[in-house]
């Protein structure tokens, strides 16, 4: 689904109050139904370090090339292989399984992990706690659990929350009359790090004020695409506007960008709807990594992908902040 442009909204008519009233009954049950099982869990304790990436919102706040980040991160602090664990939603198999990009395509293990495995290791399963032992027995030095924050399967050495610089946690309202996961209170007491990803805004700081650990930023940064001429972007991701922006900054000529559901399985009438509107306008079609790897091969040919990466404003002190957490965690084995 695409959010509603209400849930960034705070004030005035175009807040939905009263439709935001009528839905915060169902926004409590939500809350109560995932702080009910997080208190019910039993985490499983892995022999490596298990390090959690989340959020506190429904739609993109750029955790999965954050994921890429601390997996290179990890790797060079640990001297060897980083699993990343996800549910692989979207996918058909239940798993346990450790993602093939030449073997499984995304309607098997999920768009985004089909895309973290192009940079190594990902095991996906409906039970991440069975993904995590699978991934441990496969000789990772620690596992990154993707969209960890509110998944109580494994026991977790470090918590990160990504929040987007802009939105923060929008109307601060819990889904369906707002974008949270759960109430902030809550979800940050169990943080050991906030990582603001973007232009901070005055409500994102706002949002995340009174938060005793540290906070550090990062940007999204897309890879340079040599391409003349006019271009047609498409994609199906939480929130479409921040990809044609990113087309725009890299000085593209935009003719349109056509949104899609998040994790949208393109229909082949779709897709001949995109490359005969290209055509007509005589523009190179565009999207992005996560699109791309949901697509026909013989269409994918014809596709330019812009890629994003996560760049840290300040690398050592995150460096530092993992290196006393891994110590610590590693001292008391």
């Known amino acids: 689904m695409r959010a509603p442009s209400f849930w960034t909204i705070r004030y005035g008519r175009d807040s939905a109050p009263i439709l935001r009233l009528l839905l915060s009954p169902l926004g409590a049950l939500y809350g109560a139904s995932v702080a009910r099982r997080i208190a019910k869990a039993s985490p499983l304790s892995l022999s490596i370090p298990v390090i959690s990436i989340g959020n506190l919102t429904a739609g993109g706040t750029g955790k999965t090339p954050f994921s890429e980040t601390l997996r290179t991160l990890l790797a060079e602090l640990l001297g060897g292989q980083i699993g990343i664990v996800s549910r692989g939603y ?8 450790a993602v093939d990009p030449a073997v499984h395509g995304a309607d098997a293990v999920g768009d985004e992990p089909l895309m973290l495995a192009q940079g190594g290791p990902v095991f996906v399963g409906r039970d991440r706690a069975a993904a995590g032992k699978l991934a ?3 000789g990772m030095k620690a596992l990154i659990l993707d969209d960890g924050h509110q998944n109580p399967a494994l026991a977790k050495i470090i918590s990160l929350v990504v929040v987007d610089g802009q939105t923060g946690f929008g109307n601060g309202h819990l ?13 940050l007491a169990r943080a050991d790090a906030i990582i603001v990803m973007g232009a901070v805004s005055d409500d994102a700081l706002e949002d995340i004020d009174g938060f005793k650990g540290p906070v550090f930023k990062a940007s999204l940064n897309a890879k340079p695409v040599a391409i003349g001429g006019p271009v047609l972007g498409f994609c199906g991701i939480g929130r479409p506007e921040k990809f044609d922006a990113t087309l725009r900054s890299l000085g593209l000529n935009v003719v349109d960008l056509y949104p899609f559901a998040d994790h949208h399985r393109y229909r082949p009438d779709e897709l001949v709807r995109l490359e005969a509107d290209a055509r007509a306008a005589g523009a190179t079609l565009v999207t992005t990594e996560k699109d791309y790897v949901r697509l026909p091969p013989d269409f994918a040919a014809k596709v330019q ?6 760049i840290l404003e300040d690398e050592a002190a995150f460096l530092a902040f993992l290196r006393a957490k891994l110590d610590s965690h590693l001292g008391q084995d």
């Open 90 to 97: 979207g996918g058909s198999l239940e798993g346990p399984v």
């Open 305 to 310: 992908v812009v890629a994003i990466e996560a």
């Open 136 to 138: 441990a027995q496969n």
């Open 175 to 187: 889904i369906p009359a707002g974008p949270l996961r759960e109430k902030p209170a809550i979800g």
